[in-house]
């Protein structure tokens, strides 16, 4: 640890408090996340920022690239836009074709790499590539802001902040690949590169430039259109614009596939919140911070508006308590007990809900940046799970005693305990969510039913003798190979696996969405369904000409500039 | 398209997973499938030449992932081969939980699938024998981390050896049991050219991917509406 500070283990929040769904589908970004992470990285290492080709027409069609300069190696996003029409634009992977598709290149890309890449990015999932595209990605426009933004500036004036303000984007990106999807390089490619160590810091870099490219797409359109009297936008109107998403099922499986992962990111963020709450005074200006932030982060609730009923009333129970608590503060006593972020923290959790819980976690950790910051390294697993055949069959009894529990506590039996399955569908693999009896691929069930394949192991452990080892009871059993080879890895790692039922009748997958996303950074969560949401990426992260600014790391929960057309 | 397919070793991965549960496998047998191939993989080969052969015999009944074990011995049931597909687990589950004891395994249908197996997961100081149905011969020295050498009578490819019985023992370092041609490889120099390049496969990829598709539901106007949850147009 940096900044000198006791753990108090006791801290830190139990497995079977933070891996439940409705507390994960209540996740905020922290400063751990990984959008924040990349900034700080690329601000402390000088990041150089460079537009290399921009060959667009006046509507903005055309190939352009934009590098990211670090102090080993160039990346390139490489950017292709296209007119389309609308009654094609859809966020589903099912889709084929998008106003604008990315590859994040691993260098500076040729002539020769352009034109491979313009004959195959356009076509997405259609297309192959190759190890030195990094990732992949599609964009849409939001057609409200987007000409809005180009009409604003060509006719000389600052885009409308409340319209800025309830899109918060110019594109939505509908997906963003990597590990070797489609052919794209491989993370083993990468995974040594202390840029690329920590998860998703490259799809997240590509993500970054296509904020800037998009940006950058809608001003040099308005200055086309304009000429002399077009402007560009304000700086600050500029931080407030993010890269949009729109995330489906896709991101389920991975979460479900990876348990090392999950539980190395959870436990930097727990540790984080543990070393926070152990502290018995303040580090000095650290509350006062914070307070500041819980009044910024009212103004940043009000922005924050969406459709969806269930979404909407947890907003607004969000906003009292978030006041409520402001009041609590302006109580000094509160304050100046011993361990007063410990009292904080036990304060919401005492009173508020798990939304404003999560809440208190980023904001909590938020003014402690030199006590948390190393934790942001740890995020990322090499592990490939091993299976013990030698282990002896009363340990893996005792550990799926010890450890599943709450899986060998469903009634499985039940129809409203099996009611959900996942698939792949034949349409472009896209990951579906079916329900038995309704939809058709019981039999090609993804291997993502967790608990009941383990209370299903648990089940037939009872019938079998201690006195034999793993590979002797697989011999036999072999169906139960993965669950007992994901038992075995995880028993060390307590916040791996979701300790709730996947495929429960009331199961939300857009629970297991939001967590993830909430690792990435996103905000401004917009469930459209249970099964997808749209999110904003960067919104009030500087711009590449502001990361040598003092404040370039202080962009969480970003309120809208004072700043009006 | 690039005119030579190359594919990406998570590529091997998700494929051949699903592929092995296409023919039957359980899913944890067939993870391990999948790991042998990106073994393989890492290591120059084509995996989809061998592992086709495996899958086409399961599927078509030539092949059996029935198991029996007595003494230090694996074997099939009956007249049909012993599936590579199980072979290989079984295989790495004895020689991690018997501390350097001797192992047979009796007509095994794509025998380097075994073997893949073994260097997937890291196995150091031991050797593989085995003389296939056509009489090639073939001897596997794992000799330490990633180092690993091939010595055969070059009668046959080692991806297409089939129907053997394979010995598998503690490295004996004396002297070759088998003279011949020696071919060396360091797992983590070949990795690293894959990387750069992707792994080249041929002819046999179309039906591997044929297997995976097996996993893959058919989509129905209803689930195409309602599966994925998002809109099928969306604008804002």
């Known amino acids: 640890m940096p900044f000198s500070a006791t753990l108090d283990e006791a801290m830190m929040r139990r497995p079977e408090q933070v891996m439940r769904l409705d507390r994960m589908g209540s996740s905020f970004p922290t400063r751990l996340s990984f959008m924040r992470a990349l900034i700080r990285r690329m601000s402390k290492e000088q990041w150089k920022f460079e537009k290399l080709r921009q060959d667009i027409d006046a509507n903005g069609f055309g190939v352009s690239v934009y590098a990211a300069h670090t102090p080993e190696r160039t990346y390139s996003l490489v950017a292709f836009t296209q007119d389309i029409p609308a009654d094609m634009r859809t966020d589903r992977v099912i889709a084929e074709v998008w106003d604008a598709t990315f590859n994040l290149f691993d260098g500076v890309p040729t002539q020769d790499d352009i034109d491979y890449l313009a004959k195959n990015t356009p076509k997405q999932e259609g297309g192959r590539f190759r190890p030195s595209e990094l990732s992949l990605a599609r964009a849409n426009k939001s057609l409200r802001l987007f000409e809005h933004i180009v009409s604003s500036l060509a006719e000389g004036k600052q885009p409308d902040v409340d319209l800025v303000a309830s899109v918060g984007y110019i594109m939505r990106t509908t997906a963003v690949y990597g590990s070797g999807k489609f052919g794209c390089a491989d993370r083993a490619k990468i995974a040594e590169r202390e840029e690329c160590k920590v998860s998703f810091h490259m799809e997240l870099l590509a993500v970054y430039l296509i904020r800037w490219f998009t940006i950058d797409l809608v001003e040099t359109i308005a200055k086309q259109r304009g000429g002399d009297k077009a402007v560009t936008i304000d700086p600050h109107i500029r931080q407030f614009i993010g890269v949009g998403n729109s995330t489906g099922l896709g991101m389920a499986p991975f979460l479900l596939k990876h348990p090392v992962l999950i539980h190395n990111w959870v436990t930097a963020k727990e540790t984080a919140l543990a070393r926070v709450r152990s502290l018995e005074t303040p580090i000095q200006g650290s509350l006062e911070a914070f307070i500041e932030s819980v009044n910024q982060v009212a103004q940043h609730l009000k922005d924050w508006r969406v459709a969806d009923e269930v979404q909407s009333a947890r907003i607004e129970q969000l906003e009292v308590e978030v006041e409520r608590l402001s009041h609590w503060c302006d109580d000094e006593t509160n304050l100046t007990k011993p361990y007063p972020w410990n009292g904080i923290y036990q304060f919401a959790e005492d009173n508020f809900s798990l939304e404003c819980q999560e809440m208190m976690v980023s904001l909590i950790i938020e003014p402690h940046g030199a006590l948390v910051d190393d934790l942001a390294d740890t995020m990322f697993a090499t592990t490939v799970p091993q299976f013990e055949a030698s282990m002896p069959l009363a340990r893996l009894k005792a550990i799926v005693k010890d450890y599943y529990a709450w899986a060998t506590s469903i009634d499985f039996s039940l129809s409203e305990s099996q009611h959900h399955f996942w698939y792949y569908s034949e349409d472009k693999l896209e990951p579906r969510f079916g329900s038995k009896g309704i939809d058709d691929g019981v039999d090609q069930e993804m291997p993502l039913a967790i608990g009941r394949d383990a209370d299903d192991l648990n089940e037939q452990l009872k019938t079998a003798s201690d006195d034999v080892t793993v590979g002797e009871f697989a011999l036999q059993y072999p169906q139960f190979r993965h669950i007992i080879r994901r038992i075995q890895n995880t028993a060390r790692r307590p916040y791996a696996e979701v300790q709730d039922n996947l495929l429960g009748e009331t199961m939300r997958p857009l629970d297991l969405l939001r967590f993830k996303l909430a690792f990435f950074g996103a905000s401004k969560f917009d469930p459209k369904s249970d099964l997808w949401t749209r999110i904003s990426m960067y919104q009030g992260a500087p711009m590449p000409d502001q990361l040598s600014d003092a404040n370039h790391d202080d962009w969480a929960f970003p309120i809208r500039p004072k700043t009006t057309a | ?236």
């Open chain 2, 1 to 236: 398209m690039p005119e030579q397919l190359a594919i990406s070793l998570n590529e091997i991965l998700f494929i051949f997973t699903r592929a092995g549960f296409g023919v039957n496998a359980p899913i944890g047998i067939s993870e391990d499938f999948a790991r042998s191939n990106m073994w393989l993989a890492e290591n120059g080969f084509d995996p989809s030449l061998c592992s086709i052969a495996a899958l086409d015999s399961l599927d078509e009944g030539r092949s059996s992932l029935a198991i029996e074990y007595s003494n230090g011995h694996f074997s099939g049931s009956g007249k049909q081969y012993l599936s590579a597909i199980q072979a290989s687990v079984s295989a790495l589950d004895w020689i991690k939980g018997n501390q350097g004891l001797a192992l047979t395994i009796a007509n095994v249908d794509s025998p380097l699938l075994v073997l893949a197996a073994l260097g997937a997961n890291q196995v150091e100081g031991w050797q593989v024998c085995w003389c296939d149905e056509t009489d090639a011969s073939f001897q596997v020295n794992f000799v330490g981390k990633g180092q690993w050498q091939i010595i055969s009578d070059g009668s046959t490819a080692i991806e297409l050896s089939k129907g053997a019985t394979m010995t598998m023992s503690l490295l004996d370092n004396s002297e070759l049991t088998l003279k011949g041609e020696i071919q060396k490889f360091d797992t983590e120099i070949e990795k690293n050219k894959i990387l750069k390049t992707g792994v080249a496969v041929h002819e046999h990829w179309d039906a591997i991917y044929a297997y995976f598709s097996r996993c893959l539901v058919k989509s129905t106007a209803e689930s195409r509406a309602s599966g994925a949850g998002a809109g099928l147009v969306d604008t804002d």
